[in-house]
């Protein structure tokens, strides 16, 4: 199981993705939007989404989980 972390602190903007997805590395999983910027947050390994621990409009700080992906 991966933990995809926000790199940054922002707004979750947009998600991307929804439970039981499929991803592959490079796929945008969330959007952050920080200083009227938009960050995208892609998954580093292919798998499937198990999990999404933010909601769009919610506040993250740089390293909280925001969607844990079973790479198994």
Do not use: R
């Not at 592959?24 to 621990?53: C, F, R, Y």
């Not at 933010?54 to 506040?59: D, N, P, W």
Request: glycine letters at 6%.
């Amino acid at each position: 199981m991966e933990n995809v972390l926000a790199s940054m602190s922002g707004n979750v903007w947009k998600i991307e993705v929804k439970e039981n997805d499929v991803v592959k590395e490079g796929d945008v999983l969330i959007i952050l939007e920080s200083m009227k910027m938009e960050i995208p947050i892609e998954a580093t390994h292919a798998g499937v989404v198990m999990a999404i621990e933010t909601a769009e409009g919610e506040f993250v700080q740089e390293g909280d989980i925001l969607v844990k992906v079973n790479n198994d």
